[in-house]
């Protein structure tokens, strides 16, 4: 496996780029494209081979767009800002679908649409609570509180530990989890709406976090301690801690066949990981600045296949970096 670089665009915002990922294809559009989220407050939709716009500009945020979503059906997406706010809105026209207000500030940070699209999960910050909002309505349909971990070693920076930076769904929707500023992760049974238990092993915050698309049970975790962990989120187990990064890993992502996974870092480097291997295999260095986020392009032929595989990475330069994963 190995990833070869196809573009860079500079200066694709006018600020730092915190946030990526991409849209499935839909009526209006036959392909993938690529969706970025940046402090300059807007929302971008990019055509996934050459990097060039799909769309205009979407703007409505106050403040930087820190986290981004795409609905399952290619047709709407939902972004998180420092304003505190998120705003759904149709993607090739920008126009507002609804505008989401949290309880108190500071509530709003990763968020992700189910396997279904019936709910979005948003991490609720200071508030230690993930928000569920029904799409259909988009009314709060819940508000699930995230306990603070019982063994102090689980929760080494306690003080932190409410906080609630990121959220992902199992490929099933059977299972989601949250992790948090001190380093903790929880995993829930969505049928039940039960907590399970905590995942322990990062002593720093987690600020990304994503299950794999070929297996429900394996969830995978970057961390401001700048290892990647590999765990069984049934088992309770941690699988793997692989180091490499000189800095925090911000983003991760697992490949659609399952086999690899890349991930951001602030030491400015993207890290192509061979899951098999459990090592990093190959460094990208594209970037000038803090890697804050990266997105595998979903494959055509569903989870557990590789076709023209496409890799997108973002950072504080301000630029997209494209590659071909093969």
């Not at 705003?87 to 090739?92: A, E, G, N, S």
């Not at 992790?179 to 992760?185: E, M």
């Not at 995993?187 to 039960?194: N, P, Q, S, Y």
């Not at 295999?281 to 970037?287: G, I």
């Amino acid at each position: 496996m190995k990833l070869s670089g196809i573009k860079s665009a500079e200066s694709s915002h006018d600020d730092s780029i915190w946030a990526a990922t991409w849209v499935p294809p839909s009526s209006a559009s036959s392909e993938c494209l690529l969706l970025t989220g940046s402090l300059d407050e807007s929302v971008r939709l990019w055509r996934a081979d050459d990097l060039s716009p799909a769309a205009p500009p979407s703007r409505g945020h106050s403040l930087g767009v820190v986290s981004l979503a795409a609905h399952p059906s290619g047709s709407l997406a939902a972004a998180s800002s420092l304003d505190s706010l998120v705003r759904v809105f149709h993607l090739h026209t920008s126009a507002s679908v609804a505008l989401l207000h949290p309880d108190s500030p500071s509530e709003a940070w990763g968020l992700n649409f189910n396997p279904k699209g019936s709910l979005l999960a948003v991490a609720g910050g200071a508030s230690a609570s993930i928000k569920l909002w029904e799409t259909t309505t988009w009314q709060l349909a819940e508000t699930v509180p995230v306990p603070h971990p019982t063994d102090r070693s689980q929760s080494p920076n306690p003080s932190s530990a409410s906080f609630i930076l990121a959220v992902a769904w199992s490929p099933d929707g059977r299972r989601l989890a949250c992790s948090s500023y001190d380093g903790s992760v929880a995993v829930f049974d969505t049928e039940r709406a039960k907590f399970l238990h905590h995942l322990s092993g990062h002593h720093m915050p987690v600020r990304s976090l994503v299950f794999s698309p070929v297996d429900s049970r394996v969830l995978f975790t970057g961390s401001d301690d700048s290892h990647v962990h590999m765990y069984d989120a049934e088992g309770r187990s941690l699988v793997a801690a692989m180091s490499g990064h000189a800095g925090w890993v911000s983003s991760v992502d697992a490949s659609p066949d399952g086999a690899a996974l890349a991930t951001g870092s602030a030491d400015r480097t993207v890290r192509l990981w061979d899951l098999g291997m459990r090592a990093a295999v190959q460094t990208m260095t594209s970037h000038t600045d803090h890697v804050w986020g990266v997105a595998f392009r979903p494959s055509a032929s569903g989870p557990g296949t590789r076709d023209a595989g496409r890799l997108a990475s973002v950072s504080d330069d301000k630029s997209i970096s494209l590659y071909d994963y093969s």
